[in-house]
């Protein structure tokens, strides 16, 4: 464990308190998905899914923006399994995920809404990927301030089918 994260731990001992309620407070998730896939507490319409290799979970909170409640759970649960927050985006490298800018993305989507995102990606020890992705919805693009309605999406990629395809991605851009 580096210094930084054990200072953030350290710092953070109230969040590790609520990690292990989260334990506790697990959906009814099939027997396959991988515990590092964090369904935080109050969740509603939990789903978990399957696609192309990946292991998927998304569901809403009450949360409101920007949601830092969220972003420092998912933070601790995550360190509390192994795992390494990665600076840069793991199928762009070189371009800076959300914790690394200090700032939410944002964009329209294809219904004219607009979209504030916040992803991050991390490591597991063996090399697996799990990208969250924490999204609010306006209807424009003033700040979501007093919107609590938060999106968490999570998706697992295991080591093998992510080299896989970012080497498949690397070999047709040469």
């Given amino acids: 464990m580096t210094v930084t994260q054990y200072n953030f731990l350290k710092n953070n ?16 998730r099939p027997p396959d ?6 369904v935080l507490p109050n969740a509603v ?24 409640t969220v972003i ?31 700032e939410w993305s944002t964009f329209w989507d294809q219904n004219n809404n ?8 991390w490591r597991s020890p063996k090399g697996d990927i799990i990208r969250y992705a924490l999204r609010y ?10 919107n609590c309605s938060m999106e968490v999406y999570g998706i697992f990629t295991p080591k093998k089918l992510f080299d896989e395809t970012t080497s498949g991605a690397s070999s047709t851009a040469k």
């Fill in 137 to 146: 919805t306006a209807k424009n693009s003033e700040k979501p301030e007093g």
């Fill in 45 to 68: 319409n939990v789903q978990f899914s399957t696609s192309y290799g990946t292991q998927q979970v998304s569901y809403r909170l009450n949360a409101c923006y920007p949601g830092k």
């Fill in 72 to 102: 420092d759970s998912l933070s601790a649960g995550m360190l509390l399994k192994g795992w390494v927050l990665l600076p840069d985006d793991s199928l762009n490298p070189g371009h800076k995920l959300n914790h690394a800018r200090g």
């Fill in 114 to 121: 607009y979209i504030y995102q916040w992803m991050e990606d």
């Fill in 13 to 28: 001992l109230c969040w590790f308190v609520l990690v292990l309620f989260l334990v506790g407070c697990q959906h009814k």
């Fill in 33 to 38: 998905v991988p515990d590092a896939l964090l």
